[in-house]
């Protein structure tokens, strides 16, 4: 009858229907896994070659993919402070609101002292020395703290990208012409001590907030890598770059342990070894490039001063005796770093 559903035609109308609900559990079952989504910040430029946060994250995503994990990762990368200063993100890594951070180890020592055993001057010799040491053992303590302390977990060790040295606006060549110039330092306490005893007025101040300072005059200058000066145009206002090499920090790269814990176990597996992987890339880029800056910031007019480094060494030397006696925990850190040769 027109107008009326006969019981034949319901069931012919419903048939499709039926088909699919058949046919959608198989569906599912083909669907592609849900992607894992990490954030990787850095504070540093967007620099493919002189930046080292850019540097570890080109040579992780080469590794995700090579390992096949290219489809079930997606790593974003947040150069140039996007996701806030430093001290904010490893806050955020704490607590597991952002998964990754690429940083020198520095920033860690303000949420876990002991991690500042890395800043004390010229307590490593070089790059090459420093994975000596950590070979031998020396992070392995720094590594449990952070991990009790702070939840963060170091899933791979780098270099910066050369020693860190003095930039300034006036040639220092000695203690004495460090006096009274402003020269910025990382936000940590060590470093800042650091280059208290090498003469300077030592400035605490955030990454994002050297560029503005030197053209203000706010500062006189900072300490870094060439590298690093050269990706973020310090040079434009300071000209002068003494080589006094206090510092071979460690690159760290910090892992949530909130994210660490909600990744599948097989998946996470695959991912901490290209993440290693890509360490290693970045330490031999690292030993490279420095010397290629230290020559691009003198075709940019910076004058290259290699300076009375022992004079320094002297001024810096009771600075390790005096941080392991207020911290014993950091003597067998320091006893494994200067028992290694280079």
Request: hydrophobic share 45%; net charge positive; glycine share 6%.
């Amino acid at each position: 009858m027109t107008g009326h559903l006969t019981r034949r035609s319901l069931l012919r109308a419903s048939a499709p229907l039926a088909a699919g609900l058949v046919f959608a559990p198989a569906l599912i079952g083909r669907a592609v896994a849900a992607v894992t989504k990490l954030k990787l910040s850095s504070s540093q430029a967007n620099d493919p070659k002189y930046a080292n946060g850019r540097v570890f994250y080109d040579n992780l995503m080469k590794h995700v993919k090579s390992s096949g994990l290219g489809e079930q990762l997606d790593v974003s990368f947040f150069p140039d402070n996007q996701l806030g200063q430093e001290i904010d993100v490893i806050n955020s890594v704490k607590l597991g609101v952002i998964d990754m951070m690429v940083s020198g180890s520095s920033i860690s020592a303000n949420l876990v002292p002991l991690v500042g055993t890395f800043d004390l001057g010229y307590l490593f010799s070089s790059f090459e020395q420093q994975t000596k040491a950590f070979d031998a053992g020396a992070a392995k303590p720094v590594e449990a703290a952070l991990l009790k302390n702070a939840n963060i977990r170091v899933i791979a060790w780098a270099y910066n990208f050369g020693a860190r040295s003095v930039l300034a606006k006036k040639a220092v060549k000695t203690p004495e012409d460090l006096a009274g110039l402003k020269i910025r330092t990382l936000p940590n306490p060590v470093i800042t001590e650091c280059l208290r005893l090498m003469g300077a007025a030592a400035t605490p101040l955030a990454f994002g907030e050297i560029y503005t300072g030197l053209q203000a005059g706010v500062l006189d200058g900072l300490e870094h890598d060439p590298p690093t000066i050269v990706a973020s145009k310090f040079y434009e206002t300071a000209k002068f770059y003494s080589l006094t090499q206090h510092n071979f920090s460690p690159l760290a790269v910090y892992f949530s342990e909130t994210t660490f814990n909600r990744l599948d176990p097989k998946l996470r597996d695959s991912f901490l070894d290209a993440a290693q992987k890509a360490a290693a890339d970045t330490r031999a880029h690292g030993l490279a490039v420095e010397k290629e800056a230290l020559k691009v910031l003198a075709d940019k007019g910076v004058t290259v001063i290699d300076p009375d480094r022992e004079a320094f060494r002297k001024k810096v030397a009771p600075q390790t005796d005096a941080f392991v006696k207020a911290r014993p925990e950091a003597k067998p850190i320091v006893d494994i770093i200067k028992s290694t040769q280079a």
